[in-house]
């Protein structure tokens, strides 16, 4: 059964076409290529300014953790899932420049039968501590409460979701525009351990965690916890991996606590890297849904990415892809792969750019280049093969 036939028949996809197709008529904005849809000052009412506002969240991460928690009694995971669903908000705002002050409210949907109120106080306390972490570093997020809501008729665990918004100058925008043939990438590690982090982290993220779990885990898990799976999958597709949640693996993290790592957020380097190189930034991405050919969405122009130096595969990866048997192609479509923030700009900024990542802890590398072409497309080169995607 090839890969794509397995997203579909678990109900997702790797790349969203309908959802693309949905929205195509929609207005782009301010600025078109602008990672996030910019707006006009709707509140201010000043042209110098403009408003920022983004929906994410933590998706099917939610399923693991609540497999975890069962399994362990561990609420502290909880807390983690609530990361992710800031993350996933706050690092598409960092790709247009957006530092805050931010403001976020959290949306949760549970099944009240299974998902006590213990574990919402775990997501709201979680929320709140994190945001006082941030700001230790400069980052400034608001949390405006929000709705939790009922619907076990809709939902069969949780889900949680969140809205952040700003207001900054457009002055400050980062938009792709500036991307031209001769800038570098920069491609920052989304594993090891930042500086402010207390644990080693996989670098998972918040993409690709329909796959991940069921290629990995044990299907004694769909048995015991047949709430976590639709019931309308074919039983060839659901948790049909080799591990259990608490086996150790080669990294600090057992294999549920690996699946689990909170979603890095880069906001303390972002902030200073654009303090000091705003001029020199041609385009952040965050790697996140479409891995490492999401800048295909974003290109100005006709440009070829080449990325030939990438970070190597964490093990989290390495095992997904053993697991799965998943061509090395569609990892990189659908996974980070262990770098999940690229920035664009040029050589002399990209080495300091590195420089200020490893002050955090963060591993980063030169990973690519940009060169002119005749249509849109990345390439990868890679100890798994050359990829091309457009």
Avoid at 186 to 202: C, R, W
Avoid at 287 to 301: E, T, W
Avoid at 318 to 325: D, F, P
């Amino acid at each position: 059964m090839s890969d794509h036939n397995r997203y579909n028949l678990r109900g997702v996809s790797a790349q969203k076409e309908d959802v693309h197709k949905a929205i195509s008529k929609l207005d782009k904005g301010l600025f078109p290529q602008a990672f996030c849809k910019v707006y006009p000052d709707y509140w201010g009412g000043d042209a110098n300014f403009c408003n920022l506002m983004h929906a994410d969240g933590a998706g099917t991460k939610s399923v693991v953790a609540y497999l975890y928690w069962k399994e362990t009694g561990d609420l502290s995971v909880w807390s983690g899932i609530a990361i992710d669903a800031i993350v996933m908000n706050i690092d598409d705002l960092l790709c247009v420049g957006a530092t805050g002050p931010f403001t976020y409210s959290s949306t949760i949907g549970r099944n009240k039968i299974l998902i006590p109120g213990e574990v919402i106080s775990e997501v709201i306390n979680g929320t709140q501590s994190y945001f006082e972490l941030l700001k230790n570093y400069g980052i400034e997020v608001h949390f405006l409460g929000g709705e939790t809501a009922d619907v076990g008729d809709v939902v069969r665990t949780i889900i949680v979701d969140g809205t952040m918004s700003c207001r900054m100058p457009r002055k400050k925008l980062v938009t792709t525009e500036k991307m031209q043939s001769g800038d570098v990438i920069v491609s920052l590690a989304s594993y090891g351990k930042a500086s402010y982090e207390t644990e080693y982290n996989s670098g998972m993220g918040s993409n690709g965690l329909t796959s991940a779990r069921h290629e990995l885990l044990h299907h004694t898990y769909a048995e015991k916890y047949p709430e976590c799976v639709d019931p309308n999958l074919p039983k060839n597709v659901v948790f049909n991996g080799k591990y259990k949640l608490t086996d150790q693996t080669t990294t600090p993290l057992n294999v549920g606590k690996m699946i689990l790592s909170p979603t890095r957020t880069y906001a303390p380097v972002v902030l200073k890297i654009l303090s000091k190189h705003f001029e020199k930034i041609h385009g952040i991405i965050h790697c996140s849904g479409g891995g490492q050919s999401k800048v295909l969405h974003y290109m100005p122009a006709p440009l070829r990415v080449v990325k030939n130096n990438l970070l190597k595969a964490p093990p989290l990866f390495e095992m997904i892809q053993e697991a799965a048997g998943t061509p090395w192609k569609e990892m990189y479509q659908v996974f980070n792969m262990g770098q999940r923030l690229e920035i664009y700009t040029d050589t002399q900024t990209a080495e300091d750019i590195v420089a200020i990542s490893e002050s955090f802890g963060i591993e980063a590398v030169i990973s690519g280049y940009v060169e002119k072409a005749e249509k849109k497309e990345v390439l990868i080169e890679s100890n798994h093969g050359l990829f091309t995607y457009n």
